[in-house]
């Protein structure tokens, strides 16, 4: 068999998260997509993986792969959508690294946009839930927040854990948007604010919940080293795609995301590293019982002790694993099928060198993991800062 | 307009029938033709006794397209006393008065609605259990 392609990334882009009114989903998408190819120093790749959720619901508009290629200066090129609710970003990368590895292709643009402001009340809140099951949950009038409620409660019953136990995810997801003027929410919050906040679905609150917003954010992955700058690079370590039941009541365990286990297992496992080697965490908090549910699936907590590595500060910037470290879903807000590849975008900047104010100090292998719906889809991936001669 | 969407569930919708794997014994809901545990064929229809309990709940503040009408509302996973969870609205009782471990019973009562003139969903729905391990009234 012939030596595995290794495969580098060579740039990345991306906008700030929030409503952007004025600006259609492919001026959106270049705003990435440019500053992300000419850091790469490449005209043109061989083929463009688009990561998105929402636009044939709220956009009216599919095809997204045509219209990118076209409307970036890229007309012909292959490109293509890649669907999986929340977790389309990762699952975009994960197409392109398959195809670079295949040998077919040497250059890949992946490319996460959303735009969730062309519509408004009940219209997205039905398209965000399309991720469920329509027949079976959402019928029922079932929403994306509900369904996580329904694992909350359940959570807080079988673990004996309190609301007020889940302010430390929150809390750290903003006091790290603070600093990311990119981010939707940068304001400081404390853990009474969070004790006092509104209901969405209860037990789920306004602060458990991660805000939908527009965004987009690129990145330009190379097989092998021949384009690169000297300098540090980044390169991506391991890669994995699991799937489990649609539906959360047809769970074994409601309260464990198989799919997020199983594919962090294999992603730790071809990178060859234990969980506590790892330096940071980008994971899927767009509700905090998933941020603990998360942390559990990839090995950093114990079944049921997710939460606790809120409560004591784990997770800060300077703590044993920091995550969310430019604020998450929470707070950097959740561009949907553009979050996998903001997650991306984060941990190669924290590799890097370049997350600036966000700088996690001495960061070597970084972690990103996204979900579709309550953890249908998980895709993990591990990348690597390298020195390179 | 989805008539045939959900016409093709009515079997389900009003009697809670699913199918249980004559392989294993595993009694599924919603019906999947395929048995989960066992991988073999399951379509033998069975038809669910619609007891159970109450095993989560949430009360939904923001509903979708088609709910807004009976905002709040509280959507429970109950556990089917034959085994498995169902997602499913908890009608006859308040919003706060619902706890895990709760006898319910199915109903059938309306889901959703679209509209001045568009189309009424039924389907199932859990209340409290009216009657008691003796069969009488509580």
Not at chain 1, 33 to 48: F, M, N, S
Not at chain 1, 88 to 95: F, L, V
Not at chain 1, 190 to 196: G, I, K, L, M, P
Request: glycine share 12%.
């Amino acid at each position: 068999m012939s030596a595995v392609i290794e495969v580098f990334i060579a740039g990345t882009g991306h906008t700030a998260v929030g409503e952007h009114w004025g600006i259609s989903l492919r001026h959106l998408a270049w705003e990435a997509i440019g500053p992300a190819l000419q850091a790469a120093q490449l005209k043109k790749p061989d083929a463009i993986f688009v990561g998105n959720m929402l636009a044939a619901r709220i956009s009216e508009q599919q095809n997204l792969g045509a219209l990118l290629a076209d409307f970036c200066g890229l007309r012909g090129t292959e490109a293509v959508t890649v669907e999986a609710a929340g977790a389309s970003g990762g699952a975009a990368m994960r197409q392109a690294l398959l195809a670079l590895r295949s040998g077919e292709i040497r250059t890949a643009l992946v490319v996460g946009v959303e735009k969730t402001t062309d519509k408004v009340g009940a219209d997205v809140t039905s398209a965000v839930a399309a991720g469920a099951d329509s027949d079976w949950e959402l019928a029922q009038g079932a929403t994306a927040p509900a369904i996580a409620a329904l694992i909350m409660r359940r959570y807080m019953h079988e673990h004996g854990v309190h609301l007020e136990q889940f302010a430390g995810f929150a809390v750290n997801s903003h006091a790290n948007a603070c600093v990311n003027a990119d981010a939707m929410f940068r304001n400081v919050l404390d853990a009474t604010r969070y004790a006092q906040a509104g209901m969405v679905a209860s037990p789920v609150n306004v602060l458990d919940s991660a805000p939908d917003a527009d965004g987009a954010a690129a990145l330009v992955l190379t097989a092998g080293t021949g384009q690169l700058r000297p300098g540090l690079r980044v390169r991506v370590a391991a890669s994995s795609l699991a799937t489990d039941t649609l539906a959360v009541h047809d769970r074994r365990d409601v309260l464990v995301f198989a799919a997020a286990k199983l594919s962090a297992q294999r992603a730790l496992q071809q990178a060859g590293l234990a969980p506590d080697q790892i330096d940071l965490a980008e994971l899927y908090d767009r509700f905090s019982v998933f941020a603990a549910l998360s942390l559990e699936a990839c090995g950093f907590a114990q079944r049921g002790e997710g939460w606790r590595l809120a409560a004591n500060g784990a997770i800060g910037r300077s703590g044993r694993l920091p995550i969310s470290t430019f604020g998450g879903l929470k707070a950097r807000g959740n561009p949907g099928g553009a979050t996998g590849v903001y997650q991306l975008v984060e941990v190669t900047r924290q590799l890097a060198g370049t997350a600036e104010a966000n700088q996690v100090v001495g960061a070597k292998w970084g972690l990103a993991q996204c979900l579709g719906s309550s953890g249908a889809t998980a895709v993990t991936h591990i990348l690597q800062g390298v020195e390179s001669n | 307009m989805e008539i045939a969407r959900h016409w093709r569930l009515q079997q389900q919708r009003y009697g809670l029938v699913g199918e249980q794997c004559n392989h294993c014994g595993m009694k599924l809901f919603p019906p999947r033709d395929v048995c989960p545990e066992c991988a073999q064929e399951a379509k033998e229809l069975y038809r669910f006794s619609g007891k159970g309990e109450v095993f989560s709940y949430a009360t939904v503040f923001d509903a979708p397209a088609g709910y807004e009408g009976t905002t709040p509302y509280t959507v429970g996973l109950v556990k089917l006393e034959e085994g498995p969870l169902v997602t499913a609205q908890l009608t006859d009782v308040d919003n706060d008065g619902v706890e895990i471990g709760m006898q319910v019973e199915m109903v059938t009562r309306k889901l959703r609605e679209d509209g001045d003139q568009g189309m009424l969903v039924y389907g199932y729905k859990f209340r409290p259990c009216l009657r008691n391990e003796a069969g009488l009234l509580t």
